[in-house]
């Protein structure tokens, strides 16, 4: 694994500052796991107080524009989030494809502009129940990635590190039912070719992590998986307890 598992909790559309004590517990403890690095992505709204007090976890947004200011009212661009001390953005999750109608083409160029702010990206991928069925899952998780991810010339400018995959099916998002680890495998496998595809060697520095239900009790066999590079979780990420269970598992993996 080229780099520590990267542990990121999704708060979606959840939290006020009444949660503020549940990040200051996990970003507290998660100076126990220096095997792991740890993440949060709460609403904007809680950015700014969440960063001002993180220590050892970093913080970032579930969103950005693809400008820097401007006439787009309820939006926030990349520029505002580093601003407002995160480190990093989600982009291109299924709900926001979904319930936005993003393309793979603006998540792109979303990408781009968050790595000109300096922030880290995290693309999001991942088929429908149909797709799968169908029998396309693999090919159109790899055409995602291929018009999703930031341009080569920019990739190859920065570090690696920067760069995540979220290989997040969205019939396992929200739902209790988990992939299949060898499908996770199989299709991170697919994932890795296409980023190699892309960016030659510096798509073997890409995380690739894995999202969709995971828990306290799924997340050691997830994270152990060949090619699975951390975790973008959802539900579990909400409270201290489930979140660091998940942690913890990381960090047992990563020794492994
Ligand atoms: O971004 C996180 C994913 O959508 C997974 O959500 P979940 O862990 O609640 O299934």
Not at 124 to 139: K, P, S
Not at 163 to 171: D, F, L, M, N, R
Not at 214 to 236: F, T
Request: charge should be negative; charged fraction near 20%.
């Amino acid at each position: 694994m080229p780099h520590r598992p990267y542990i990121v909790g999704n708060w979606k559309m959840n939290g006020t500052r009444a949660m503020l004590p549940e990040a200051r517990a996990i970003d507290r403890a998660a100076g126990r796991y220096p095997a792991v690095q740890v993440a949060l992505a709460p609403p904007f709204t809680l950015i700014q107080a969440m960063a001002g007090e993180a220590q050892a976890i970093g913080i970032g947004g579930q969103d950005c524009h693809v400008a820097l200011k401007g006439a787009h009212t309820g939006d926030i661009s990349p520029a505002m989030l580093d601003d407002s001390g995160a480190s990093f953005a989600i982009l291109g999750h299924s709900e926001r494809r979904a319930d936005h109608g993003e393309t793979s083409e603006l998540v792109k160029a979303k990408a781009e502009a968050a790595l000109g702010c300096g922030l880290g990206v995290i693309v999001c991928v991942g088929e429908t129940l149909a797709q799968r069925d169908a029998g396309e899952a693999e090919a159109v998780v790899k055409a995602q990635v291929r018009a999703s991810m930031p341009a080569a010339e920019l990739a190859g400018e920065i570090a690696p590190g920067r760069i995540s995959v979220a290989y997040e099916p969205v019939w396992a998002i929200g739902t209790g039912r988990v992939a299949a680890v060898a499908d996770v495998v199989a299709m991170h496998r697919a994932i890795r070719a296409t980023l190699t595809e892309l960016y030659g060697e510096v798509g073997r520095g890409v995380r690739i992590l894995y999202g969709g239900s995971v828990n306290a009790d799924n997340a050691r066999d997830l994270l152990a998986a060949e090619g699975v590079g951390g975790a973008l979780v959802g539900g579990a990420s909400l409270t201290a307890e489930s979140f660091l269970a998940i942690v913890s598992a990381a960090g047992i993996a990563a020794e492994a």
